[in-house]
């Protein structure tokens, strides 16, 4: 498992993420240096984390409008908490793959499979844990031309926590969850205001 999540594949146009330092900061100088030279044209690099940082500070709102106004169907891929993401605010889904809190590694192939039951185009959201990088490999080798694969990891887990006046469920796994995170900052990330 180790090794497919550090060597994910041998396509020349997938990379999984920038990697991180210790302070969990991209290593962008490295990036810039060596970008160009390793990336197909065609390929476009998102960080992530700057969805992370809103989120944290309050100013998630515009990630949670452009998912609620997405024009294609949302696959949301993860623990049976998220279910209850639309009943929390967050966006409504058309289709749901649940991976178990244990060993969510060993379901990978019926996870994959009920993934790809849902018609193309869409956009996988997935909150998988650990499995997290594979799961996101095969989807974009199977589906990298026609979906979106978002992993956004634990970002949506406080909202359908009943700690945050969410519908239940759910692990605060993250340390902005469990000490920073307030009603407030919740609530201006999905109205705005």
């Known amino acids: 498992m180790r090794r ?6 041998n396509a020349p146009n997938y990379y999984r993420s920038l990697w991180m330092d210790g302070n969990c ?3 962008e100088r490295l990036a810039r240096d060596h970008l160009e030279k390793i990336t197909p044209s065609g390929v476009i690099w998102w960080n992530a984390l700057a969805i992370h940082f809103k989120n944290i500070s309050g100013q998630g ?10 024009k294609m169907p ?4 993860g623990p049976a908490h998220l279910r209850n993401i639309g009943k929390a605010g967050c966006f409504d889904y058309h289709g749901f793959v649940e991976v178990p809190a244990k060993n969510a ?11 790809l039951s849902f018609p193309e185009p869409c956009l996988y959201s997935v909150h998988a844990g650990p499995p997290s990088p594979i799961l996101d490999w095969i ?3 199977e589906r990298g031309d026609t979906c979106i694969i978002l992993d956004l990891g634990s970002i949506l ?10 519908p239940g469920g759910g692990r605060l796994t993250r340390k902005f969850w469990k000490k920073r995170a307030t009603r407030e900052i919740l609530r201006r990330n999905l109205t705005g205001k």
């Not at 590694?105 to 993934?115: G, K, L, M, Q």
Request: charged fraction near 20%; charge should be positive.
């Open 25 to 27: 900061r991209p290593m």
């Open 61 to 70: 709102y515009p990630y949670f409008q452009a998912m609620r106004n997405l």
């Open 157 to 166: 887990d406080g909202y359908c926590h009943p700690k945050f006046g969410g």
């Open 4 to 9: 497919s999540i550090i060597q994910p594949g």
């Open 74 to 77: 949302i696959v949301v891929i």
């Open 139 to 141: 989807l974009w080798k």
């Open 105 to 115: 590694y060993f379901a990978r192939d019926r996870i994959i499979e009920e993934a």
